[in-house]
């Protein structure tokens, strides 16, 4: 149930990234993530107003990106499922994870890693740009992983 909720967040970020990109998406995402991370470093307060006044602003895109990732969701779920049961599935959605909200730890959670999560989001809260350059490297850890290799470690 817990991959099914973070599959359906990745399809909502990816689809949300898609529908931005048409405005300058790198100029949008540095000035997200540099205006993010100052605010992170005194507290999570900060973040609420941030989220707040992005989606004051932008929410049309975040109401199309919801209503798109209901229906792309579920189809995944109905064709793919079986297919996300096996391990390379599992290593891809996790590499996707990690690329997209790995500095929320969301790859870690989805692996059952309940602790490299919350590791993750505490590194989140003190210093920001160390968990998401932490993020990347789990992604590239995982592409030169074999799926051997990633099942071994995912529990």
């Known amino acids: 149930m817990l991959q099914k909720i973070i599959l359906a967040i990745a399809v909502f970020v990816v689809i949300l990234l898609a529908l931005i990109f048409g405005e300058a998406i790198a100029r949008e995402a540095f000035a997200w993530l540099s205006h993010l991370t100052g605010l992170v470093i005194h507290n999570f307060s900060d973040v609420y107003y941030a989220v707040k ?4 602003r932008h929410t049309a895109k975040v109401l199309i990106a919801l209503l798109l990732t209901v229906p792309i969701t579920l ?9 996300l049961k096996k391990p390379h599935s599992h290593r891809k959605i996790a590499i996707v994870l990690a690329i997209f909200l790995g500095w929320l730890g969301a790859h870690r959670f989805y692996q059952g890693q309940i602790g490299g999560g919350i590791v993750f989001l505490i590194i989140f809260y003190v ?29």
Do not use: C, H
């Open 127 to 155: 210093f920001t740009p160390l968990a998401v350059v932490l993020g990347f490297i789990d992604a590239i850890r995982y592409i030169f992983m074999s799926d051997d290799e990633f099942e071994q470690a995912r529990v």
């Open 53 to 56: 006044g992005y989606l004051s």
């Open 75 to 83: 189809w995944i779920i109905k064709n793919k499922g079986d297919e």
